[in-house]
């Protein structure tokens, strides 16, 4: 046993000095022919799987699983269903907000690309400051409302890193019938966009609280074709989590455009009668299918709408986004919506009405 | 060097990030990835496999299908994940190619500072040392993996990872001090 010991230290004082010896042997580095022999294999469509390698010892993780399991039996034995709903059915991160509201849960872009060609901003210098507050009402088909909340919108000059920029700040509460006791979520947003070309720069949504959590935030910067940035959690009755966001966004279903942005979008682009065009609405894009929305607009109409902002001459534009028809008035002098009307809300019998109030 | 078109702003994102974006097929993205993480694959590649060629062919088979496999990647170390990835992949090719037993020494690898004769002999135990003593070796006290990393890799247990390390030491000084063959 000695002599296995003494055997033993002495091969453990040769590790102890072949370790540095071992790991100073020249290894090759990789070079740019490497790289470019990956990007042709993946150009060409190669593809494949790499071995499963687990992420942590299987013991642990099945007395890590075993507790999971128990701590959620736990759980939904002590708590009744009713304590453990909380004051938004949706907690998974995504947009619902904004003047297209639901229907612009974006998704992934479709196998082939929009049908209309994109709609051409050309009248970006014709955009103004702006203020503007709308009501939003959800009633069902016998005239009921259901709900009723307004929102605003102030478009402002801004610079951002040196940049002109127009600031869209958004202050909205979450429509829809709340439960009994539930608090309404309000969402904040401020965007950016570059005054030459409405190039989306950089967003800031906060929406508090958001499901079990005392507020959410998404933050996007907007580099070249990509969104990035970050989702965060904060309080609530859970540890906080982040996500991050690193799309890429396709160049077929440009241009792309913020939710906030669409009241005011038309008024940069030259409507006439038949005109139509394609655009995509970002998501939050923390969720793959939260990522844009392609959405098509065209002319149907021409027609004068009153709101309780008062009396305009207006395009009637139908929108189809994701199948669906919306109605959307917008303001022939400056090409703000004042009017939008979805009555195929998810199939349930609610018809959702914006109408301008201010501005 | 810069492999592809990787802008600035690829250099600032963390590994979660970059996994996300590279995981739709954002090549930029693949691109700062292997800008961070080949040269250490590539190295663990080479000192398991001891020829430039087959390691960059772990390396590139492993850039090639990581977009899919990042999209099934769960939150941890990046780079951790990456060179188990990669260790996986040269045993295989180790494997897929144990028949062919040619070893080589790149000539244009360049030595650092210390005696080349000593290292020169030193690579060429470490070459010929049998295949499975030279994976743990190389896992163990290059690459510092624990005996449990090394075990779940090798899907051999714990135990033998040792004793495999306790012979490879042995037969690798045996053959540093004697020039015996280990």
Known sequence: MRWFRSHRARLDDFADAIRPELADLPVPAPGGALWERIVASRSSGVRGIVPSISHGRTKRRRALGVLSVAAAALIVALFPRSTRRTSAPNQSPRSEYGILGGVAFAQEARAHGPTLPPIEMTKVGALRPTSLEFSRRLYDSTGRTLDETHSTLVMESAFIEGVPAWRIIAHEPRPGALPAGAVREIEDDTLFLARDDLRLLGNAIHVKPYGRYSRINVAQRFVEDSILGRMTTEGGDSRGVGRPIARQLQGDYAPYVNDRFVPMLLGAVDVRPGWSGSVSVLGWAVRDDDVFMPVELRVVGSERVTVPAGTFDCWRILIRARGRDILYWSRKTDGVGVRLVDETRRGENVIREVKLVRG | ?182
């Open chain 2, 1 to 182: 060097m810069i492999p592809a078109r990787v802008d600035r702003h690829e250099y600032d994102l963390t590994d979660r990030e970059l996994a996300a974006a590279a995981s739709t097929g954002d090549m930029r993205a693949l691109g700062a990835l292997y800008e961070r993480y080949a040269p250490a694959m590539l190295a663990t590649a080479y000192r398991l496999l001891l020829r430039r060629q087959d390691a960059e062919d772990v390396v590139h088979d492993t850039f090639v299908r990581l977009p899919e496999a990042l999209r099934r990647y769960r939150d941890g170390n990046l780079g951790a994940w990456l060179r188990k990835v990669t260790v996986r992949m040269a045993l295989s090719a180790r494997r897929s190619d144990a028949n062919r037993a040619i070893v080589t020494l790149d000539e244009h690898l360049t030595y650092g500072s210390g005696d080349p004769t000593a290292r020169v002999a030193l690579e060429q135990a470490l070459a010929v040392l049998n295949p499975a003593l030279r994976a743990v070796l190389v896992l163990k006290e290059i690459e510092g993996f624990s005996h449990a990393e090394i075990a779940e890799l090798l899907d051999i247990s714990e135990g033998s990872s040792q004793v495999r390390l306790h012979r490879a030491l042995r037969a690798l000084r045996a053959h540093l001090e004697k020039g015996e063959p280990p």
